[in-house]
Nanobody, 123 residues
Framework: VQLQASGGGTVQVGDSLRLSCAVS????????IGWYRQAPGKQRELVAA???????NYADSMKGRVTISRDNLKNAVYLQMNSLKPEDAAIYYC??????????????????WGQGTLVTVSS
């Protein structure tokens, strides 16, 4: 099972950016899926996440500027970020907790992380 994130890049202050993440492989079901970010010298923090039931959790620092959406058929999640600030610059990681089949056909529940996509905000 793999998570492939895309959409990062360099933008100007106030610009928008849309990140995408697709989960592929032997998936039985994804419970919650979302985005974290980590800036240099800081801990990884939640940006936004959405549960299988549609519940959404946003970081306080991003409320009003970010929208997360989920496509259950595609096992994908999207993050629309607006009015970007310099402090939003970070590596953004897609993460998905769910039930996955391993190479032996065993079903396990655990959280997976994507490779990260870099967002740079220049002033």
């Amino acid at each position: 099972v793999q998570l492939q994130a895309s959409g990062g890049g360099t933008v100007q202050v106030g610009d928008s950016l849309r990140l995408s993440c697709a989960v592929s492989g032997s998936i039985a079901g994804i419970t919650d899926i979302g985005w974290y970010r980590q800036a240099p010298g800081k801990q990884r923090e939640l940006v936004a996440a959405v549960t299988s039931g549609g519940g959404i959790n946003y970081a306080d620092s991003m409320k009003g500027r970010v929208t997360i959406s989920r496509d259950n058929l595609k096992n994908a999640v999207y993050l629309q970020m607006n009015s970007l600030k310099p402090e939003d610059a970070a590596i953004y990681y897609c993460t998905a907790e769910g039930r996955y089949y391993n190479d032996y056909g065993d079903l396990t529940l655990h959280r997976l992380w994507g490779q990260g996509t870099l967002v740079t905000v220049s002033s």
